[in-house]
Structures are given as structure tokens and as C-alpha cells.
């Protein structure tokens, strides 16, 4: 079933998020999905009913400035990690959220982990997909692009781009039925381009790297890394050092998947994360 479309506005900030509910009642805990960029929740869109015929109730937001949640300006809204962990802990607050399954993937994922490493009484299990872990991970030229001077400002008032970083990331043709929603909100209005500029011009990616090599020294928290092993952007290096610096981490390789898995390899990544999330009821 195709997951309900909802909305919630938290202080100033209007969230678009997309919802899976289980059939019966469950005692089992939600999981949100956090996509990267330039992405939208709608790339979970497969995987979200697989969860809910488990039991889990499956919740993916758009970030602020994504997809189809607010686009505030940046005079309103940093686009720092710090204003996204902040209007994060608003969203995960708003639906009264008091521990759940996170699973992140991409630029803008390294948000998520901040905020689990923040917040591990929060977290009962991690997933993480194809997301910057290490500092000799960069921002690709592609995205740095986005947020150049003049250039930035025409590239992404052109809704192609959306076709064209996607494309690339994954290595893989998108259909042009996937693009229509990819490209709408960039159709609908020039604040949507201008958001992914401030955000890619704001990502601060050393420094949240930083946290995350640091913080995730000593996480105990069950961890599974999924990771497309033909990611143009990210090698797998990092993701190899966060299993041998947490006790309680393993990692999956999908060998021909690209940088971002959930879109193409969406039936094998929702069988890894049942099977992951179900192992505590043993």
C-alpha cells in the first residue's frame, strides 16, 4: 500500500512526511527514514509498506528545504546542521517520538548521525546507507556545484539537476514517472532550488565528520551499514572503520549499488532491515 502523505507544522517549520501504518496494533517501536541530498522521502517509498507488513511503523520526512516540506528563506533558516538537528528534534518531538529505529542515508544523513550520537537514548537501533563516515569523505563536484556563486543560483533553478545528480550517484537510469516527483517541487517554485544552495553552501561537512568519527567511538547500539560498493562519491573505507570502532556493528555490501541504494536495490535493503530490526525479539 502507498504510504500516506501528511504534513505538520513545528514552530516555523512546515514538515511534508510520508507514513506506513501496520494493519493491527504492535508493540514495536516506529523507524524513521532520513534521506540525503538532493533526495526526498519519496525514495523510500518501497521500503516504508515492506516495514509496515512487519509491524513497524515506517515515517520518512523531506528536510526542511527538500521535497515538499517548508522552503523557509535563509534570513528564517540557517541550513546548518545545527538548524537541521534543531528543526529534527522539533519534527521527532512533534510526532512524540521517544525511541525509535533511525535509518539515514547520504549528505545530509551525516545530520542523522549527529543527532543519534546526541541522542543515543533515543536510538535503539541504527541503519546507516551510503553516508559520509570518515574525513577523507568530500562533498562530490557535482553537489559543490550546487552551491558556487552565479553558478549555483542557474544550475539549480533548472529542475534537470535533480535528474542528473541522481542519475550519476546511483549509475543508474531513473524513470521519468520517479523524476516527475523528484523534479515537482523544482517545477513549483524557485525556493526549492535556492534551498539546496544554501544547503550545500552551509554543510559544514568537515566539522560534522568530526563528531561522527569522534562520537561513535564506543557506540553500543546495534548498528547495520548497508553499503553500495559502486558509489561514484563515497568508498567504503568509512564505513569499514565505524565497524571496527563499534562493538556491536556489522556491514552489508551491495556490489552494484550506487550512492543512493534505497531507490534501486529497495527489495533487498527492506529484507536487510526486517531481519535486522527483528533480531532483538530472539
Known amino acids: 500500500m502507498k504510504p500516506e502523505e501528511k504534513k505538520i507544522l513545528v514552530g516555523n517549520c512546515e514538515w511534508f512526511y510520508r507514513e506506513s501504518i501496520p494493519d493491527n496494533d504492535t508493540d514495536k517501536l516506529p523507524v524513521l527514514l532520513l534521506h540525503g541530498l538532493p533526495s526526498q522521502s519519496y525514495s523510500w517509498t518501497v521500503i516504508m509498506p515492506e516495514l509496515a507488513g512487519e509491524g513497524f511503523r515506517a515515517i520518512a520526512p523531506d528536510w526542511i528545504g527538500c521535497g515538499y516540506s517548508g522552503k523557509p528563506s535563509k534570513q528564517d533558516f540557517a541550513y546548518t546542521p545545527d538548524a537541521f538537528l534543531d528543526a529534527l528534534d522539533g519534527f521527532i518531538k512533534g510526532l512524540e517520538l521517544e525511541k525509535f529505529y533511525l535509518v539515514v542515508q547520504g549528505f545530509l544523513g551525516s545530520v542523522g548521525l549527529q543527532y543519534a550520537l546526541r541522542n543515543p537514548e533515543k536510538i535503539e537501533r541504527l541503519v546507516i546507507l551510503n553516508t559520509p563516515l570518515s574525513s577523507t569523505a568530500k562533498l562530490p563536484w557535482k553537489m559543490q556545484q550546487l552551491g558556487l556563486p552565479i553558478v549555483g543560483d542557474m544550475l539549480t533553478q533548472d529542475p534537470l539537476f535533480i535528474d542528473r545528480t541522481l542519475e550519476k550517484g546511483s549509475g543508474f537510469t531513473i524513470s ?41 567511538n564506543g557506540w553500543v547500539q546495534p548498528t547495520l551499514i548497508i553499503w553500495g560498493t559502486a558509489d561514484p562519491w563515497l568508498d567504503i573505507s568509512g564505513a569499514k572503520n565505524l565497524v571496527s570502532l563499534c562493538e556491536n556493528a556489522q556491514l552489508i555490501k551491495l556490489d552494484k549499488a550506487g550512492h543512493y541504494p534505497q531507490d534501486h536495490w529497495s527489495v533487498d535493503i527492506a529484507s536487510e532491515l526486517v531481519l535486522f530490526l527483528r533480531k532483538q525479539e530472539v
Open 176 to 216: 521519468e514517472e520517479d523524476l516527475n516527483i523528484y523534479r515537482g517541487p523544482y517545477l513549483r517554485s524557485s525556493a526549492a532550488g535556492r534551498s539546496v544552495l544554501y544547503a550545500v553552501k552551509n554543510m559544514q561537512l568537515k566539522e560534522a565528520i568530526a563528531e561522527i568519527e569522534t562520537g561513535f
